[in-house]
């Protein structure tokens, strides 16, 4: 299709295709489509709802990000004691990590991701480096209580005095989770950047738990929807998220960016939505359909335009 203004021929049939419009309008150059004071009007109409709807993002993740401790809200998740497994959650910060944190978190990284890594570790490992100490990194530590104290321990994460001193000299750890809230496709989302358990404390449930309570965290900063990356050769992971947990492959992912080229990538993202929007953007084909659509409604069109000069037949459908 041409990118320079064609008039509007009266036999072109416009079947408009819901909200999304004007994004498709300037995407596709269809903006050819409408006369000049039309588009100007548009355009703006346009650019001024995409910065009220970033300057909110931004708001969102700034208020997300104000918060000192995600786990304040959820006190009765501080604790898990289930399937012969008793531990207690604490919060921290990737800026905050004392040095013996930092060496756990790097062991227990490639214990676990060395093999489904493979090849691409080293690169990876540099990588999840920096990633550990930045600023914005939050991280909820699980550390184990022995049994004869767990009692004693609830009592003591449940009152209201609390203290992070107790926490960090309390039980080893035994994993821990790190996330940060981002936007993702004009999406503000809580991304979970890593969940590490130890082998010993694998299949207990205790995964699970842990991503239920991101969940609430990215519900009570409205977030959009909790998003991850997993490695194709993770089966286990991918089966816990998928399966398990009812994650879905999300439109960001290389494999559905382009089957073609995702299927060489060794990654996928997951996510799981909790409204419309981000149902709509991050997870559903609809997008991608109606781009297929169009692309194949114009060339038609280039052949109609060659045979029959400039009778362009558009269907887009109302949704
Ligand atoms: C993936 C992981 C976070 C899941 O947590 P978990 O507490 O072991 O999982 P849960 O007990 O809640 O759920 C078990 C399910 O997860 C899957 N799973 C993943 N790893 C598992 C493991 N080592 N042992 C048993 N089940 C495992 C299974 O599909 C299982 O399904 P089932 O209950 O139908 O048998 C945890 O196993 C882990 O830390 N693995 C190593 C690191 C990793 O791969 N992290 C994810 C990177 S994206």
């Given at each position: ?82 399937n012969g497994l ?87 750890l035994v994993g ?117 659509m169009i692309l ?24």
């Amino acid at each position: 299709m041409e990118e320079a203004k064609v008039p509007v021929h009266e036999n072109t049939i416009f079947v408009v295709s819901g909200p999304d419009l004007y994004k498709q309008a300037n995407e596709f150059s269809l903006t050819a489509l409408w006369d000049d004071h039309n588009v100007i009007s548009l355009k703006m109409a346009k650019r001024r709802e995409v910065l009220a709807k970033k300057r909110a993002n931004e708001e969102l993740i700034k208020a997300a990000y104000v918060e000192k401790d995600d786990l304040d809200y959820f006190r009765p998740f501080r604790h898990y004691d289930r399937n012969g497994l008793s531990v207690y959650l604490a919060s921290g910060r990737g800026n905050k990590l004392s040095i013996p944190v930092k060496h756990y978190i790097q062991n227990l990284l490639k214990l676990n991701m060395e093999g489904p890594y493979g090849s691409e570790w080293e690169a990876q490992e540099k990588v999840k480096r920096r990633e550990m100490v930045a600023p914005e990194a939050r991280y909820i530590f699980v550390h184990e209580v022995a049994n004869t104290n767990a009692k004693k321990t609830k009592m003591m994460l449940t009152a209201e005095n609390t203290s992070n001193g107790f926490l960090e000299n309390g039980g080893p750890l035994v994993g821990f989770v790190q996330y940060r809230f981002i936007i993702e496709e004009e999406i503000p989302v809580l991304y979970v950047y890593e969940l590490q358990l130890e082998p010993r404390v694998q299949g207990k449930e205790l995964g699970k738990f842990l991503m239920q309570l991101l969940e609430l965290i990215a519900h009570k900063n409205c977030m959009g929807a909790v998003m991850l990356t997993v490695q194709k050769a993770n089966i286990l992971a991918m089966n816990f998220y998928i399966s398990k947990l009812r994650y879905v492959i999300s439109t960001v992912s290389p494999s559905r960016i382009n089957p073609g080229i995702g299927i060489a990538k060794s990654y996928e993202i997951l996510c799981k939505t909790f409204n419309d929007e981000a149902k709509t953007i991050l997870e559903a084909v609809l997008v991608n359909d109606n781009r297929e659509m169009i692309l194949t409604f114009s060339r038609i069109g280039d052949e109609l335009e060659e045979t029959a000069r400039l009778t362009w037949l558009i269907f887009f459908r109302f949704l």
